[in-house]
């Protein structure tokens, strides 16, 4: 399930004598000119961290073939992806991504025959649903090996956490300026300034042992994100 986890920092209180506004700032943009307070002016800096929901992993396979020339490597390389494709197509999650091979030259002088060696990969998106059926296939077609996994977030989820996160920042530095308005006994608490200046995007958790044996997909370490807003409040 997705959760959330909150942090405030950076609190400054400056005495001012002008009238209450409200200024939003977009991401990046320069500091805005001192706004307008007649009382004291509290700034803070909120962060609010969570993570969403998954429902589906990005793979990385590594396909390779070897034989005593490019062509013949190139040959058993191409007989294996073939096999690869009619596995792993029905269990992905759109297209596959397959990049033109690449060839090298092993052995050799003391090390035994010159063997030629040809190799891709293979990736793509595979829902949980069809996570340990894609493992099986790892490990039983000839020359394939799992890279890795990464855990995406699911669908919509993103978009949900980032709103619930930017209302969970609002109401930690409403909640902080009240308890600061309080201590100072002050009664009125005035939202001048929203700047979100920080934070980003899903950031998906990748999984590199993801297929070592006992590895459950549902216990999955779930993809993070953060807002960050510098809030200027009023306080009279």
Same mark, same amino acid.
Not at 91 to 105: C, E, M
């Given at each position: ?59 990385? #396979? ?18 294996? #992806? ?78 949900? #956490? ?72 009023? #306080?009279?």
């Amino acid at each position: 399930m997705p959760t959330l986890r909150s942090a405030a920092v950076a609190l400054s209180l400056l005495p001012l004598g002008m009238g209450p506004a409200l200024a939003l700032v977009a991401p990046g943009a320069s500091r805005a000119q001192a706004l307008p307070c007649n009382g004291t002016l509290l700034q803070l800096q909120v962060q609010q961290q969570g993570t969403a929901s998954v429902d589906r992993f990005r793979f990385n #396979l590594g396909l390779e073939a070897e034989a005593p020339t490019k062509a013949a490597a190139l040959d058993q390389l191409n007989v294996r #992806l073939a096999a690869v494709r009619k596995a792993v197509s029905p269990l992905a999650l759109g297209k596959l991504t397959i990049p033109a091979p690449s060839t090298y030259r092993s052995g050799g002088g003391g090390a035994g025959p010159v063997r030629e060696q040809a190799s891709t990969s293979v990736s793509g998106e595979v829902s949980k649903a069809n996570y340990n059926a894609l493992i099986q296939v790892a490990g039983r077609l000839p020359g394939l090996t799992l890279r890795g996994f990464t855990a995406e977030a699911a669908s919509g989820s993103a978009a949900q #956490l980032q709103t619930r996160l930017l209302r969970e920042a609002l109401a930690e530095g409403q909640r902080q300026a009240q308890s600061t308005a309080d201590a100072l006994g002050l009664r009125r608490v005035q939202l001048l300034r929203i700047d979100q200046r920080g934070g980003g995007p899903i950031r998906p958790m990748p999984y590199a042992m993801a297929a070592r044996n006992g590895f459950n997909p549902d216990e999955a370490r779930e993809p993070e994100s953060s807002v960050s807003l510098a809030l200027d409040y009023c #306080l009279t």
